[in-house]
């Protein structure tokens, strides 16, 4: 037959060819992405156009006739006079939208959480560190102990906590983070940088230095814990270790240095907490609470015990069928009338039991659908094999339904990020509030655009942060089934 | 004949298979309904340790339900399932101690996708056994050599062929030391080609003497491997027997045309 015949290779010793270049390099790229029809070509191109004009029409105002010095009100003209956007209003008001009332001279309390968050955050969400550099050597240990005493002893002696004294919190913190060599070196420059742009990350105060000489005991004490745990407990794992400390102790740091009023620090008034800060309490508190809660109500919704699956349908389907503005009156509101006289409890306290069980339930569902999805053979298998109930969710079930879910949990996430700003209503100032405060200020009346230009480009990086992180998550977890 | 039923290149077992006289599953009188349908009727089964049976009939007629009563991934409504002496009831305890000993594989592998092939192994011994790690791994390990794939310890079974799937989920089982191994349609959801590893892997099992249940298709397993055939339709065992006398003269006639049907290509 005349096909043999024109076969260029025997059957079976054909080689590979590289594909026509309309398949590869800029080319391919331009042409499947771009160019591939002439409907696709034009939307390109009108695009393109679109978008040239959004950017010239936006980034004068944005940022080339834009006012970026002087510190008061006279470096900008008053609004209608000015082409350009006034960042300098943001400079004065900067302290306010990060934290609200709170007072000056304790802001290190608020910064040294961050740091603390920061530092315990990074190893665990970024798991390219070497393993070898994650646990620090006992010989830094032992030095960096040292300077940390002396750094102590130091601060209280000569009354005024010196930014010596913050530089060796920071060393600790590397050392307590168990980074090792690396950024134990790292973290004092970091401090410094820090020391030098004025963010406080030692107490002013007289008052609170006693506070801070314990706080930074409390992490000698954890470090040491941290590094001599193996040799108490063999089967300690650092990572989990960590990840248990900034859901158990973490919290309680942060209450002790927020809130004051015990062993050594000054109190602050929650009526005084606001800004990114409180923001950020009231996110984070509903991120971390939400989670383990809509599990464990997930779980209960499929269980076979009637008893457990109707509280955990009455309760999803109750919160879920509140708007969380009703949820906030209520807590405001509503709640102190059933309680007894004398019984009160602090307003931001009720705000964030609201935003927690409202984000639980629905975490539950979000969880429930994660659960659906995986087949029923996965359940087989571990019974067959012996596990008990919570140990075939936790180690074969959970680990798959949570991976499933995660865009669900991520949106979820940022959905409550945003929905913080409702406490608003309730005469608790976030972000937003704080906004929206200030641009009430008499002399600087009409410089709101800006104002909620900042706070929408803030929400925008935390909720960019998150979405990024958990497409880098997905791929992580990514383990070629299906 | 009997060439007829044997898979081609299929390991002949040399070592002869003792059976010894100590019963590790009774079954008496079982009875199973999924709602209004009678599923399971009147199933009475003994079975002895290191026996071999092969339970085959067509689709719907129970089989895999049986297998799967004798673990309890099925409840079953009337009658007596003892497994070594353990009867099988609501009580959790029970359940637990009958499913240490009682191994299973499944037709669509059942791994833990997010587990690599190692951790699949060492998740039940570690968890349920509370082996220490670096026991469980040895053992996993030389399991795996058993199945002849260790060089496939650390991928995950997304990365394997479904042979290499069947046969580290047989390695599972296996590493939990069970007993019993029911086998539910092991190798109905594979390529031709890779059949006969994973029936080379059960025909060894074989060979050590594990008692083994087998729900499948493949009749040259069947009458090479089994010391007994049950075949089964509308949920009742209709006909047991020797694999010889099973194949070459069955008595009933639904096994006849079953047996016509299955052997008609």
């Known amino acids: 037959m005349s096909t043999v015949e024109t076969k260029a290779h025997a059957p079976g010793e054909h080689p590979d060819w590289t594909p026509p270049a309309t398949e590869i390099g800029v080319r391919g790229w331009l042409y499947h992405n771009l160019f591939s029809s002439w409907p696709n070509s034009i939307l390109t191109v009108a695009s393109a156009a679109l978008l040239a004009w959004i950017l010239l029409n936006v980034l004068p105002w944005l940022f080339f006739d834009a006012y970026w010095s002087g510190d008061d009100r006279s470096a900008c003209p008053a609004p209608g006079e000015r082409e350009g956007a006034c960042w300098v209003y943001i400079k004065v008001w900067f302290k306010q939208l990060m934290y609200g009332r709170y007072p000056d001279e304790m802001l290190w309390r608020i910064n040294s959480a961050y740091v603390l968050l920061a530092g315990g955050l990074i190893p665990l969400l970024v798991p390219v560190v070497p393993e070898r550099l994650v646990s620090a050597p006992a010989r830094w240990r032992k030095i960096v102990g040292g300077l940390m005493v002396a750094g102590i002893v130091l601060s209280v002696l000569t009354g005024a906590p010196s930014w010596f004294g913050a530089i060796f919190f920071w060393a600790a913190l590397a050392m307590f983070v168990g980074y090792g060599a690396l950024l134990a070196v790292g973290y004092p420059v970091i401090a410094v940088l820090l020391f030098l742009v004025d963010v406080p990350l030692h107490p002013h105060l007289p008052a609170d230095s006693i506070g801070w000489a314990l706080f930074l005991a409390a992490l000698v004490a954890l470090q040491g814990l941290m590094a001599f745990a193996d040799r108490i407990w063999p089967r300690f794992s650092y990572k989990p270790a960590l990840g248990l400390m900034l859901l158990i102790v973490f919290p309680l740091v942060c209450l002790y240095l927020f809130a004051g009023g015990s062993l050594g620090l000054k109190s602050v008034e929650t009526p005084l907490w606001g800004g990114l800060f409180l923001t950020l309490v009231i996110a984070l508190t509903g991120i971390v609470a939400s989670l383990p809660l809509g599990v464990v109500l997930a779980l209960g919704r499929r269980s076979n015990m009637p008893v457990v699956k109707a509280v955990c349908v009455v309760f999803i389907e109750l919160w879920r069928g509140v708007p969380l503005i009703t949820v906030l009156f209520m807590a405001s509101v509503m709640f102190p009338l059933f309680m007894p006289e004398g019984v009160n409890f602090d307003k931001l306290i009720r705000a964030l039991l609201g935003v927690m069980f409202f984000a639980s339930a629905y975490m539950a569902e979000v969880v429930r659908g994660g659960l659906q999805a995986i087949p029923k053979g996965q359940y087989e298998a571990a019974d067959a094999l012996g596990l008990s109930y919570w140990k075939s969710m936790g180690l074969v079930i959970l680990p798959q339904a949570l991976k499933i879910v995660i865009p669900g949990i991520v949106n979820t996430f940022i959905g409550l990020f945003k929905d913080t700003t409702l406490v608003l209503i309730i005469g608790l100032f976030d972000f937003l509030g704080m906004a929206q405060a200030v641009s009430t200020n008499p002399d600087w009346l009409g410089f709101y655009v800006e104002g909620y230009v900042f706070v929408a480009f803030g929400f925008w990086v935390f909720c960019f942060g998150m979405s990024r992180y958990s497409i880098y998550l997905e791929d992580k977890l990514q383990t070629g089934h299906r | ?265």
């Open chain 2, 1 to 265: 004949m009997s060439d007829n039923f044997a898979v081609e290149g299929l390991e002949q077992p040399t070592a002869k298979m003792e059976i010894s006289d100590e019963v590790m599953i009774q079954i008496a009188g079982m009875h199973k309904w999924y709602g209004q349908f009678h599923v399971l009727k009147d199933i009475n089964l003994t079975v002895n340790k290191g026996e071999r049976i092969v339970v085959c009939g067509p689709s719907g007629s129970g089989k895999s339900t049986m297998i799967r009563c004798i673990n309890r991934l099925e409840e079953h409504q009337q009658g007596q399932i003892i497994v070594e002496g353990t009867e099988l009831t609501g009580d959790l305890k029970h359940i637990e101690i009958i499913r240490r000993d009682v191994g299973m594989v499944f037709q669509h592998f059942n791994l833990f996708p997010h587990l690599t092939v190692l951790d699949n192994l060492t998740l039940a011994p570690i968890w349920v056994r509370k082996t220490p790690r670096e026991e469980a791994e040895e053992i996993a390990m030389k399991l795996l050599e058993r199945v002849k794939i260790p060089e496939q310890a650390k991928k995950f079974p997304g990365q394997l062929s479904g042979g290499q799937q069947q046969r580290v989920a047989i390695a599972r089982s296996l590493c939990m030391n069970p007993k019993i191994m029911l086998f539910d349609e092991p190798t109905s959801a594979l390529d031709p080609e890779m059949i006969k590893e994973v029936l080379d892997v059960m025909i060894e099992l074989a060979k050590e003497g594990m008692t083994m249940l087998v729900v499948t298709h493949e009749m040259g397993f069947a009458k090479t491997v089994a010391n007994r055939v049950i075949f089964m339709d509308g949920g009742e065992i209709i006909e047991q027997n020797e694999p010889q006398e099973f194949f070459n003269n069955p008595q009933h006639g639904r096994t006849k045309l079953f047996l016509s049907q299955i052997l008609a290509h």
